[in-house]
Nanobody, 120 residues
Framework: QVQLVESGGGLVQPGGSLRLSCVASGSILSIYVMGWYRQAPGKQRELVATITSGRDTNYVDFVKGRFTISRDNAKNTVYLQMNSLKPEDTAIYYC??????????????WGQGTQVTVSS
């Protein structure tokens, strides 16, 4: 069974920084695209950033220049470094990892979510 565990959320003042982590564990053969999404209260879940196995990255416009996605393949971990945080970044952040488990097909897995609150 594959599990994704996130950490690093919390309360931060505007202009502050946080670093989110998401570790995939279990019987995993290969990891492909890793990404972060977020969902604010009353809104749909939206893409924040993705990174491929070749470390090509993609960001949505509202985080470009402020957030950085990275991965450590040896640790099956994806990170999201968030700088210059704004109140509108407040949301639950979810990691999404596309991987192939040892016992099945390639598919997407989701973390449980971690709350990020930006407030003074």
């Amino acid at each position: 069974q594959v599990q994704l565990v996130e950490s690093g959320g919390g309360l931060v003042q505007p202009g502050g920084s946080l670093r989110l982590s998401c570790v995939a564990s279990g019987s995993i053969l290969s990891i492909y695209v890793m990404g972060w999404y977020r969902q604010a209260p009353g809104k749909q879940r939206e893409l924040v950033a993705t990174i491929t196995s070749g470390r090509d990255t993609n960001y949505v416009d509202f985080v470009k220049g402020r957030f950085t996605i990275s991965r450590d393949n040896a640790k099956n971990t994806v990170y999201l470094q968030m700088n210059s945080l704004k109140p509108e970044d407040t949301a639950i952040y979810y990691c999404n990892i596309n991987l192939r488990p040892a016992w099945g097909r390639r598919q997407d897995y989701w973390g449980q979510g971690t709350q990020v609150t930006v407030s003074s």
